[in-house]
């Protein structure tokens, strides 16, 4: 069992920046995957960022704007979020893939135009 605790949502006009974070409890390993991914009413969840010890990816929305970080010692994985635009509001969550996913309770990020 993994217990994620994301934070560092809000409010922040369009070409602003955020900066979410997520600390991770529970059994896991280095090597299981981290990422965080969106939902916003109406729309399809979005796996935004992933990241493993090999390598990091990004949805096309976001690439350039968005850097996923990770701290393996702490458990802890963050996203920085930069040039901000209405269309990235949504609920983001964190999440890990052992044996199967598990996420946090999500954390709201609104873009205001």
């Known amino acids: 069992q993994v217990q994620l605790v994301e934070s560092g949502g809000g409010l922040v006009q369009a070409g602003g920046s955020l900066r979410l974070s997520c600390a991770a409890s529970?059994?896991?390993?280095?090597?299981?995957?981290m990422g965080w991914y969106r939902q916003a009413p109406g729309k399809q969840r979005e796996v935004v960022a992933t990241?493993?010890?090999?390598?990091?990816d990004y949805a096309d929305s976001v690439k350039g704007r968005f850097t996923i970080s990770r701290n393996y010692t702490k458990k802890t994985v963050t996203l920085q979020m930069d040039s901000l635009k209405p269309e990235d509001t949504a609920v983001y969550y964190c999440?890990?893939?052992?044996?199967?996913?598990?996420w946090g309770q999500g954390t709201q990020v609104t873009v205001s135009s």
């Open positions: 990241i493993k010890p090999s390598s990091t």
């Open positions: 529970g059994i896991m390993y280095a090597t299981n995957t």
């Open positions: 999440y890990v893939r052992t044996f199967k996913d598990f």
